[in-house]
């Protein structure tokens, strides 16, 4: 079965770089939603998206920004890059217009491992 | 705000033995859904099971099922059989199911993990 796309696997910036991460839901999936894993922590929540409208928003910097397309995709954009943004960045999705509990599940990408420098 | 708390920061087993991991929550809501997540050396996470709050019944997938004690707000995970893939860190989550209105419906809070090792 299809799984969640990110792109790219791996990122290495400079400190006050931009980046860009890219994410491509399980197809038909209507939700997506961006985390941020530190080393050794858990994932915390950044931001979601239902049908390419903000859902919710999380601890996620004024520094970042992301939004998801007619296509689905999202991306999620960091400007002025910190050394504390390095960490591992998952991509979810879900299909919310499912009925039934499985609409809950949360599907996670492989994440894109940023490391600044 | 909900609150997740694993408060085994590790744990092992041997092959083919049983092991169960705590998980305790709070909140103030109603209806929600708990979860366990692995996480491999990969760093892939990968959902293990899930169990609804207005269902008594304990979730049970394959060698997993929980434990679920809604008025303790305790949710472990027990895996038999212990597998040596079954090595990973493994998360408990909380969700508030959206729906609702409000806001923080549909994100997941994660515990701080508990790290198993399988050992042959």
């Known amino acids: 079965a299809a799984g969640v796309i990110q792109s790219p696997r791996h990122l290495i910036k400079e400190k006050r770089e931009t980046a860009t991460l890219k994410c491509y839901p399980i197809?038909?999936?209507?939700?997506v939603y961006w985390y941020q894993q530190g080393p050794g922590q858990d994932p915390q929540f950044l931001i979601s998206?239902?049908?390419?409208?903000?859902?919710d928003k999380g601890s996620i910097p004024d520094r970042f920004s992301a939004q998801q397309f007619s296509d689905y995709h999202s991306e999620l954009n960091m400007s002025s890059l910190e050394l504390g943004d390095s960490a591992l960045y998952f991509c979810?999705?879900?299909?919310?217009?499912?009925?039934?509990?499985?609409?809950?599940?949360?599907?996670f990408g492989p994440g894109t491992r940023l490391t600044v420098t | 705000a909900q609150t997740v708390t694993q408060s085994q920061p590790e744990m092992s087993v041997q092959e083919a033995e049983t092991v169960t991991l705590s998980c305790t929550y709070d909140?103030?809501?109603?209806?929600?859904?708990l979860f366990w997540y692995k996480q491999p050396p990969s760093r892939q996470m990968i959902l293990v099971i899930r169990?609804?709050?207005?269902k008594q019944q304990n979730a049970t997938e394959n060698r997993f099922s929980v434990n679920f004690q809604k008025a303790a707000k305790s949710f472990s995970l027990k895996i038999s059989d212990s597998q040596l893939g079954d090595t990973a860190m493994y998360f408990c989550?909380?969700?508030?199911?959206w729906g609702g209105g409000g806001t923080s419906y549909g994100k997941l809070t994660f515990g701080q993990g508990t790290i198993l090792t399988v050992h042959p």
């Open positions: 169990q609804e709050a207005y």
């Open positions: 989550a909380f969700m508030k199911p």
């Open positions: 998206f239902y049908e390419k409208m903000q859902s």
């Open positions: 197809p038909r999936h209507d939700t």
């Open positions: 909140t103030s809501e109603n209806n929600y859904y």
């Open positions: 979810a999705s879900s299909l919310r217009g499912l009925a039934g509990d499985k609409a809950h599940e949360q599907y």
